[in-house]
């Protein structure tokens, strides 16, 4: 999409639609705007009373815009850069239902800009790779243009870092939409690799170096698939003078069958989507290093695939971390937290982070806790958590702090150092617990977005199950991280 603000309204082109902004209450005509006898008319009748998200569309005569569609945001004070993200969704869709390419914007009296964009740039997306003929018949309609008049020039770059950052959530939602059979642990290594710029280095953990490293539970999650397991360090260093390093952690399973301990058919539908993590992290670094940030941030994305066949690791054998830790196995399916364990180790070890947020699509336990729309997060900093709850409260990537009880007793294993589960109670909880133990004692917050990850149903402004959440709150965090 390009944007671009305009000063003379009266000067401006044609378009498909011109979007007319109204707070909820009583109407003032636009003066900007010149409203049509319809426009009246329909204010005046009451049928429009612009709550939030509430459209309604004209067809003015001698109009430059072949339309004209009224927006609601709401009541002014209650409003927030939320509910004007899920307003201008509303206003996107309906322009997308109307096949309108170029769009007209009066910019609304209010003071979030964010807001306003972030509801157009992550609406205009569509997952099309995998439709066929019948994209012939109802063809994706995106906007391609919006002219944005009433609004002063000085917020072109902070909207042009929006849309960028637009662009890499919809990296994220391409990876985790497309096919497990595409999205493999070759297609991250690729990915990663263009990732590479200036100042934003790549490197590639084969199973030759893995294996060197003593990577066992990695390697054992990955040893029963086709595709070889591997681990990913993208390093941004912005602010070489300092001590701070921070260490993002994305959970990377290309496909999760569960293992010898077979999931459901209808559990299994969704994991193709169990790489969104390694993808968040990946991106995140690479937005930070094109925006400059003063942060020094290191993304480690380990990447396999749980499937099951001869060569799957087995139920009750016991597995050596890089960290030294033996891990007994009671579930094949609990893989992500071994792959995480196994990451975060080898950072601490080797990278020296002095925090550490690792995050992925851990558990169906957080889902029934607190459904699709809100992450469960764990954490032993009390600072850390205020910033990443800061992160959420911006952006609208809802998370929800959780306890750390002391249940490390369930995870006790006869055998080895740790087993990987421990029991169904509080299994988000004890997946943290687990995964705490390899941190090393560094300050560390774990996220576990299985929830609004990829969700069964679209919502507001994630027009498909794969939502890219996380990568607008991972990049508030590390600015927020580079600004103290």
Request: charged share 25%; with cysteine.
């Amino acid at each position: 999409m390009k944007v671009v603000i305009a000063q003379d309204f009266n000067a401006r082109k044609r378009a498909d639609l011109l979007i007319v902004p109204y707070w909820e209450g009583p109407k003032e005509a636009s003066k900007t705007a010149g409203p049509s006898d319809e426009v009246f008319a329909l204010l005046d009748s009451g049928d429009f009373k612009g709550k939030q998200g509430e459209t309604a569309l004209l067809y003015p005569e001698g109009s430059r815009e072949t339309r004209l569609l009224l927006l609601g945001l709401g009541k002014k004070g209650d409003s927030d850069p939320e509910k004007l993200r899920r307003a201008f969704s509303a206003a996107v869709k309906a322009a997308q239902a109307k096949k309108a390419k170029d769009l007209h914007l009066l910019f609304p009296d209010c003071d979030s800009v964010r807001g306003v964009f972030e509801g157009f740039f992550l609406t205009n997306y569509a997952y099309t790779e995998l439709k066929g003929d019948s994209l012939k018949d109802c063809p994706s309609v995106l906007i391609e243009t919006l002219t944005v008049f009433g609004l002063d020039k000085k917020f072109q770059k902070e909207i042009d870092r929006l849309l960028h950052t637009a662009s890499l959530v919809n990296f994220v939602r391409d990876l985790v939409n497309g096919n497990a059979d595409d999205v493999t642990p070759e297609r991250f290594v690729k990915e990663a690799k263009s990732m590479e710029t200036k100042g934003l280095k790549i490197t590639i953990l084969d199973r030759k170096r893995l294996e060197k490293e003593g990577m066992g539970l990695l390697l054992a999650v990955g040893q029963g698939a086709r595709y070889e397991p591997c681990m990913i360090l993208a390093e941004y260093k912005g602010a070489p003078k300092a001590k701070e390093h921070i260490l993002l952690v994305g959970k990377g399973i290309t496909f999760d069958s569960g293992g010898l301990c077979l999931k459901q058919p209808d559990n299994m539908l969704t994991m193709k989507s169990d790489m969104a993590g390694a993808a968040t992290v990946l991106a995140a670094v690479k937005l930070a290093a094109a925006f400059g940030l003063k942060v020094n941030v290191t993304a480690v994305a380990p990447v396999a695939e749980n499937a099951i066949g001869s060569r799957s690791y087995k139920l009750g054998d016991v597995y050596r971390s890089v960290s030294g830790k033996t891990v007994e196995i009671l579930n094949t399916d609990a893989e992500g937290r071994l792959v995480l364990a196994d990451a975060i180790a080898y950072g601490v070890k080797h990278l020296h982070p002095t925090s550490i947020v690792d995050l992925g699509t851990l558990t169906g336990a957080i889902v029934v806790a607190l459904g699709e729309e809100i992450s469960g997060f764990y954490s032993n900093s009390e600072a850390m958590a205020k910033d990443l709850q800061k992160a959420a409260a911006s952006t609208g990537e809802n998370i929800w702090r959780m306890p750390l009880h002391d249940y490390k007793e369930s995870l006790r294993s006869e055998i080895a150092d740790i087993a990987n589960v421990g029991g169904r109670d509080a299994g988000s909880m004890k997946c943290a617990l687990f995964i705490q133990e390899f941190t090393g004692g560094v300050p560390w917050a774990h996220i576990d977005m299985a929830g609004p990850g990829y969700i069964s149903k679209c919502k507001h402004y994630n027009p498909t199950k794969g939502t890219g959440w996380g990568l607008r709150l991972l990049l508030d965090y590390l600015e927020m991280q580079g600004n103290q």
